[in-house]
């Protein structure tokens, strides 16, 4: 069976989750500004806890991005070290769709149900994405965006919105969504069922490819 560690800062949120012998297995805290003291930790306890060696992993799972610039640089260095120390290839996951994941396994989404997940990116700017829930894994309908609030296109019948994005809900393009759910963050656990296809079918990288997903490419605010 497939084992695999999977790591995620991406946001306030920190969590390590393992997937070994059909089962999974979350570390899952609230941790805003403490992810390097705490993720390293994390993954020994996880691996302690299952007796299992880092190197019996097939794969390091990490959500890649769009996020929390901070959270992503420790996220990445830490999935650098782990996968060079260990021999191990990686899997990056979108955070969004990681979140959509989440979402679509908590509440049991219907086949070909979309999903809108949206993050706060600050400066007056949301991460958005687009997904269907299809054959129990979440798939794009479009890239991921970086976009003022006011360019979101929201326009899905019956879809859920989910991330604190939806705060700007009243500022996107048209009527908001059959549900709502600000509170939904991304996961170590849902980060790894969707790496898992992708594990299964050798796509995977050599741990130096392992790079962020910013989609801003810098976090200084830029005046005209």
């Known amino acids: 069976m497939t084992t695999l560690l999977a790591i995620d800062a991406s946001t306030s949120a920190c969590s390590v989750a393992l997937m070994h012998e059909g089962q999974v297995y979350e570390d899952f805290r609230m941790l805003p500004r403490a992810h390097t003291r705490f993720l390293l930790p994390m993954v020994d306890e996880m691996l302690a806890a299952h007796s299992l060696p880092l ?7 990490f959500t890649a991005g769009p996020g929390s610039f901070t959270g992503l640089r420790v ?5 650098q070290g782990l996968a060079f120390a260990a021999e191990l290839p990686v899997v990056p996951v979108s955070t969004l769709a990681a979140m959509a ?18 993050l706060d990116a600050r400066m007056d700017e949301v991460y958005f994405g687009r997904y269907q829930y299809r054959d129990g894994v979440v798939a794009p309908l479009n890239a991921d965006q970086l976009l003022p609030p006011e360019q979101v296109d929201n326009t899905a019948a019956g879809a ?16 908001p969504p059959a549900t ?13 069922q969707l790496a898992k296809p992708d594990v299964l079918a050798g796509k995977v990288l050599p741990a130096e ?16």
């Open 55 to 61: 190197a019996q992993m097939d794969a390091l799972v």
């Open 209 to 224: 490819q392992a790079q962020p997903v910013y989609l801003r490419e810098s976090v200084a605010w830029k005046k005209q």
């Open 101 to 118: 994941q989440l979402y679509a396994e908590r509440e049991g989404v219907a086949e070909g149900a979309t999903i809108l997940p949206a």
């Open 160 to 175: 859920a919105g989910i991330g604190d994005g939806w705060t700007y809900a009243e500022r996107f393009g048209d009527a």
């Open 75 to 79: 996220a990445i260095a830490t999935v």
């Open 180 to 192: 709502v759910d600000q509170t939904i963050l991304p996961s170590a656990a849902a980060a790894l």
